[in-house]
């Protein structure tokens, strides 16, 4: 029987990539998306992936929106907190909304999800759990004090997180990609990013694809010994 994988942000950018390459590989998924309906409609008829709306935001709705994918799909398997979001500002602008939105987002999402998931795991004897950070979270950011923080945060989540898993079955870590061709990336004043693509040693922005199979290696049996760790997929834009 084909396990089941959660894609959080799974309609879009990268989270697309991931869901697609996932079925590829055999899995039955489920993308989650929180706003864009248009995006995750042609996702679904591009792709015959069911989409899911919630807020990774909300622990009520994420409780909700699982109870709802394990009723069609089945208990799930693998979970990819994928879903993020930026609002950058240089520190002496941020507001405490671009604060909160990204720490709501970006690091509670993160409890919010696997939360509710970690008991059926933990009976099953089996999980992989693959939290997407970020560069930004290894190295900070200019104008992203927000960001950075809660990237940070995703890999103290899972390196915490992959201790208690460890005896259950269940394996837990995080990826950082680095700069990704993704609308996220796009919406970057152009300049800026002409900028940070020039710092990339292999001259070229990140295709979704390459974290994509980053993910189906971590989801996989095969990565059982592996847990607790980041893979860093960055162009060799930073060297960890
Ligand atoms: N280092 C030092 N100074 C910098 C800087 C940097 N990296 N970037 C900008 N500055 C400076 C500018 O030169 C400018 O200085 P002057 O005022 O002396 O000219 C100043 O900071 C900018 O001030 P502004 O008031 O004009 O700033 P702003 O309100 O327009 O905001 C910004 C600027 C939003 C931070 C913009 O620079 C920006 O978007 N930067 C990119 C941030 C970034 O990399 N985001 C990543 C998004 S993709 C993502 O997050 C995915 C992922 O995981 C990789």
């Not at 059926?120 to 290894?138: D, H, L, P, T």
């Not at 974290?211 to 060799?236: Q, Y």
Request: charged share 20%; proline share 4%.
């Amino acid at each position: 029987m084909s396990r089941v994988a959660l894609v959080t942000g799974g309609s879009r950018g990268i989270g697309a990539a991931i869901s697609v390459a996932l079925k590829e590989a055999g899995y039955k998924v489920a993308a989650n998306y929180a706003g864009n309906d248009e995006a995750a409609a042609k996702f679904t008829a591009e792709t015959g992936i069911p989409t899911y709306k919630w807020s990774v935001a909300d622990y009520d709705a994420c409780a909700e929106g699982i109870a709802r994918v394990e009723a069609d799909l089945g208990p799930v398997d693998v979970l990819v907190n994928n879903a993020g979001i930026t609002r950058d500002a240089p520190f002496h602008k941020m507001s405490r909304d671009q604060w909160q939105a990204v720490m709501d987002t970006n690091l509670s999402g993160l409890f919010n999800m696997t939360h509710p998931l970690w008991p059926g795991m933990r009976e099953r004897k089996f999980g992989r759990v693959v939290n997407i950070s970020s560069i930004n979270g290894q190295k900070g950011q200019f104008g992203q004090a927000n960001y950075s923080a809660a990237k940070a945060g995703d890999i103290g989540f899972t390196k915490a997180l992959a201790q208690e898993g460890a005896r259950a079955g269940i394996t837990v870590n995080a990826i950082c990609p680095g700069y990704i061709a993704t609308e996220m990336v796009m919406a970057v004043p152009e300049k800026v990013r002409e900028s940070i693509i020039s710092t990339i040693p292999v001259g070229r922005l990140g295709d979704p694809a390459d974290i994509a199979r980053c993910v189906v290696f971590l989801a996989s049996d095969d990565a059982g010994f592996i847990t607790g760790s980041t893979i860093t997929a960055n162009g060799g834009q930073y060297l960890t």
